[in-house]
């Protein structure tokens, strides 16, 4: 079982592409069948193994795992973009291949025994297994597997353009499926199609518990049947789900699964805000809680249960080091106020990170300056060997700064080079055609506050000493609504004076930055509040899960703070991040609107990679003209996940290199006793 992590750290889990390597051919010339694939060296595990060398192969099954999630949920179809997907969905369906965890990039046979495909890699076939079966004891078949693939592709535009270039999947054989791609030597294809996850054809074909016909293009809250170790259980719409181990699992005892899927039932508790769904696990409603802010882990774990040891809590490295992340600030440069990329500069010197860490993080992160930070794939330096070449080739398309300028976040954390750091902030804007200058001679809201409180007062008396009549009950009501507009609908005081203005148009600037709860308010505000000292009216929106969605979707946003995680092999899924194909795409994680030739010839140098050197090579280039385009303002990480835990809960003693495992090889010492 993969189950997919949360909260900032999610977006660092939810992309492991591979690239794989070249293969040979049988004797016959047919293209051989393999058990494994892998990218970095050959696959650790030969055909045959007993079980990956990271679980406990007697773990025992049973007792229960209570988790949290922020939001709402309102379907269980786990094909369809539309609506807010249940947590724990991936716990009920079966992929055609799973990853291993002790390695950067390796994938073994889950629903598929073995794979398939030639030196060209112009397409790839599949065998299912023959003992696959479905939660109601029908057999997986070649016609579930085209059917979920031509779904995903159909009602999930990210998954339209991660499988862009697989034309099209057929049976092939009483157990084979074959997708053939539109281009040769994508070494990544056949990976990435055994990812996908499988869904029963004649399930969904079939009538519902109403009598009437199912429909997969709809959201729905009817337990979805699966393939996987874990069934819908019980519900309640939106707040709670809980799923339970099959017993009858077809795939319990095959190798990729032994040590796994240990708990006897999993269920998601739905919080408002991280604050709610903290205090749930510090009051033992919940058993797991993943770390994200700095003043919690640092302030809110003196409560009895830490220091009697009933809590236990561990910082471990193990999940960071096969992937890099970018976050920040993203400017939607759909809006034509982001185009300029001086524009884009400035807003980076408004970002005082030092000073942010020291007085809000305790010093925990570091400021990222890469969007491959963490991983050999970062640029640094100027570049030379094989990243020069590639430029050099492409140097007609791509910034000039790229071959004399190493990229550099401005550094702040003190008074004088915070102003340093503003006024050339000012000065890009100034080269970008925005000027500082003086608001219009508007009446200062203040104004208005005082004079609503003056004839609340005169109202008042008036009324006390019954003078004017029903006039004093109109002073009161002048009053009361001016004060109204004042706290609710008139711009902050801050914005009372100079205003950044588009020399052409006369337009102050105006940034509105969205979230997604508050919990990185914390961040935004101060960086909000650094734009209004040079005159930029900006804003802080923090809306809901559900509006927060839609508005990406809609590309209805000025700014975010979002960002991608990234494998150690990068392939499809960054012309999903950068391509000028996904600018316009609906859901794409296109979310800056990059448009640009020469970031569109680099993320095809990444995906046509020959080997690992130009692979290196060409993603370093990548690298680095994203980061001279300006389109983020980088953020902060911390190369490491902050967990915290009931003392319920056994493990391996050795976790794999790459990852926690959790829930995946843990189990519950109540289940062993």
């Not at 040979?24 to 650790?44: L, N, Q, V």
């Not at 919690?296 to 774990?301: E, I, M």
């Not at 750091?421 to 000027?435: D, I, T």
């Not at 609906?586 to 010839?601: L, M, R």
């Amino acid at each position: 079982m993969h189950l997919a992590k949360k909260k900032a750290g999610l977006i660092l889990f939810l992309i492991s592409t591979t690239l794989l390597l070249a293969t040979g051919t049988a004797e016959s010339g047919e293209p051989a069948w393999r058990t494994g694939i892998a990218t970095i060296d050959e696959p650790k595990y030969a055909e045959g193994f007993s079980h990956f060398d990271y679980v406990n192969p007697e773990a025992p099954k049973g007792g229960d795992l209570r988790l949290s999630e922020q939001g709402t949920f309102d379907t269980f179809n786990p094909v369809l973009a539309k609506g807010e997907a249940a947590v724990g969905l991936s716990l009920v369906f079966d992929t055609l291949m799973k990853p291993s965890l002790d390695e950067p990039s390796a994938e073994y046979g889950l629903l598929a025994e073995a794979v398939s495909y030639p030196g060209d890699f112009s397409y790839a076939t599949f065998r299912l297994r023959p003992e696959a079966r479905w939660a109601d004891g029908q057999p997986v078949t070649p016609e579930d597997v085209v059917f979920s693939f031509d779904k995903a592709k159909d009602l999930d535009p990210q998954f339209a353009i991660y499988y862009a270039h697989v034309t099209k999947a057929e049976v092939t054989g009483e157990r084979e499926v074959t997708f053939t791609f539109d281009e040769k030597n994508n070494r990544e294809l056949p990976q990435i199609i055994g990812q996908l996850q499988i869904v029963p054809k004649h399930w969904w074909l079939a009538n519902g518990p109403d009598g009437k016909p199912r429909d997969i293009s709809r959201t729905t809250l009817e337990p979805v049947m699966g393939s996987g170790p874990y069934k819908i259980a019980s519900f309640s719409p939106g707040s709670r789900i809980r799923y339970e181990l099959r017993d009858d699992y077809w795939g319990k005892n095959i190798n990729v699964n032994v040590g796994q899927n240990n708990f006897g039932s999993i269920s998601y508790t739905y919080y408002g805000d991280a604050d709610v769904e903290f205090e749930a696990f510090r009051s033992d409603n919940t058993d797991y809680w993943f770390e994200i802010e700095a003043k919690r882990w640092a302030t809110a774990y003196n409560f009895p249960a830490v220091q009697d040891g009933r809590v236990k809590r561990e910082v471990l490295e193990n999940p960071y080091r096969s992937s890099g992340v970018m976050v920040g600030f993203i400017p939607n440069m759909r809006r034509d106020k982001f185009k300029d990329p001086r524009l884009r500069r400035a807003l980076n010197y408004a970002f005082d990170f030092e000073e942010l860490n020291r007085t809000s993080f305790f010093g925990q992160y570091q400021r990222i300056d890469s969007y491959f930070y963490g991983t050999e794939l970062a640029s640094s330096g100027l570049p030379d060997g094989r990243e020069l070449e590639i430029l050099e080739e492409l140097r007609d398309l791509v910034p000039p700064a790229v071959f004399t300028t190493a990229y550099k976040n401005p550094v702040g954390g003190d008074p004088a080079s915070f102003r340093e750091n503003m006024r050339h902030a000012v000065e890009l804007f100034r080269e970008a055609g925005w000027e500082i200058k003086p608001a219009p001679q508007d009446i200062h809201p203040i104004f208005f506050l005082g004079g609503a409180i003056l004839a609340v007062i005169a109202g008042a008396l008036a009324v006390r000493k019954n003078r004017l009549g029903g006039m004093a009950g109109g002073l009161i009501a002048v009053g009361a609504a001016t004060a109204c507009y004042y706290l609710l609908l008139s711009p902050a005081s801050d914005d009372f004076g100079p205003r950044m203005t588009n020399v052409k148009t006369g337009e102050p600037l105006r940034i509105e930055i969205l979230l997604n709860g508050p919990t990185l308010e914390r961040v935004a505000l101060p960086y909000a509040q650094n734009l209004r000292r040079i005159g930029i009216e900006a804003r802080v929106r923090t809306v809901d899960a559900s509006q927060y969605t839609n508005r990406l979707r809609n590309r209805d946003y000025d700014m975010i703070y979002s960002g991608w995680g990234e494998s150690l092999n990068p392939g499809n899924e960054q012309a999903e991040y950068w391509g000028s194909k996904s600018v316009d795409r609906e859901g794409s994680k296109n979310y800056a609107g990059i448009n640009d030739p020469g970031v569109d010839a680099l993320v095809n140098r990444v995906i046509f990679a020959k080997n690992r050197e130009d692979l290196i090579a060409a993603t370093k280039a990548l690298d680095r003209v994203l980061l001279a385009g300006d389109y983020i303002v980088p953020g902060y990480t911390l190369r490491a996940a902050r967990i915290a835990y009931w003392n319920k809960f056994g493990r391996p003693e050795e976790l794999p290199k790459y990852s926690i495992g959790f829930p995946d090889i843990w189990w519950s010492k109540s289940a062993a006793k």
